[in-house]
T-cell receptor, first 114, second 110 residues
C-alpha cells in the first residue's frame, strides 16, 4: 500500500451536476497530481498541486478545478458533469524537490455520470 | 504533441511463456517509468529508467531504455498468473507529470 487514500471509492452523478473528489497524500509528500483514466485507456494528467498552488495542467477544460490544503491533501472539483467524465480518477502524491520523484497512486474514485 | 504507443495492445500467453511489451515515443523521453495495473486496481510503480541504454532487472522482469531514449521495453520471463494486468510505460516530463502510454493488457492462461 502507498499510503495515498481517496474518497469516495465510487460515485454516481447525473449530467450537469457537480462533484468533489478527495485525496490524502502519503505522509511527507507535498505534491498531488490528478489523473483521469477512461475505461481501457491509460491515465491522463489533469493537473498538479505543489504547496497549495497549481503547478501544471493538462488538456482539461476549466470546469475541472482543484485545491490543495496546508496538510497537502487535495480536492478535485468537476462542474457541469458530462457523460464523458465517467472514468476512474486517480491521485498520486510525491515529494517534489528538484528532481524527478516517483509518484504513488491512490486506489482511485470511480465516477459514473448518467 | 507527444505520443507514446505500446505494442502489443493485448497479449495472451500460456503460463510459463515469456512476454514483452514495447513502448515507443514520437519524441525523446525524459525518464521512463513502468507501472502495472491489475484489473479493477490502480497503477503500481515498478521501476524508473533514466539513462540511455539502461537495463534493470527485478526478479523475472527486465526493463530496458533505448539508446536514443525514444523507446523502452519490459520483458517478463516465465510468466505466472500473478503477472496478469495492464502494463503502462510513462514519460516523466519536465513538470514532474506522467504522460502514459497506451498500455499492454496481459492475460496468462494457466
Amino acid at each position: 500500500e502507498t499510503g495515498v487514500t481517496q474518497s469516495p471509492t465510487h460515485l454516481i452523478k447525473t449530467r450537469g451536476q457537480q462533484v468533489t473528489l478527495r485525496c490524502s497524500s502519503q505522509s511527507g509528500h507535498n505534491t498531488v497530481s490528478w489523473y483521469q483514466q477512461a475505461l481501457g485507456q491509460g491515465p491522463q494528467f489533469i493537473f498538479q498541486y505543489y504547496r497549495e498552488e497549481e503547478n501544471g495542467r493538462g488538456n482539461f477544460p476549466p470546469r475541472f478545478s482543484g485545491l490543495q490544503f496546508p496538510n497537502y491533501s487535495s480536492e478535485l472539483n468537476v462542474n457541469a458533469l458530462e457523460l464523458d467524465d465517467s472514468a476512474l480518477y486517480l491521485c498520486a502524491s510525491s515529494w517534489s524537490g528538484q528532481g524527478k520523484e516517483t509518484q504513488y497512486f491512490g486506489p482511485g474514485t470511480r465516477l459514473l455520470v448518467l | 504533441g507527444q505520443q507514446v504507443m505500446q505494442i502489443p495492445q493485448y497479449q495472451h500467453v500460456q503460463e510459463g511463456e515469456d512476454f514483452t511489451t514495447y513502448c515507443n515515443s514520437s519524441t525523446t523521453l525524459s525518464n521512463i517509468q513502468w507501472y502495472k495495473q491489475r484489473p479493477g486496481g490502480h497503477p503500481v510503480f515498478l521501476i524508473q529508467l533514466v539513462k540511455s541504454g539502461e537495463v534493470k532487472k527485478q526478479k523475472r522482469l527486465t526493463f530496458q531504455f533505448g539508446e536514443a531514449k525514444k523507446n523502452s521495453s519490459l520483458h517478463i520471463t516465465a510468466t505466472q498468473t500473478t503477472d496478469v494486468g495492464t502494463y503502462f510505460c510513462a514519460d516523466q516530463t519536465g513538470a514532474n507529470n506522467l504522460f502514459f502510454g497506451t498500455g499492454t493488457r496481459l492475460t496468462v492462461i494457466p
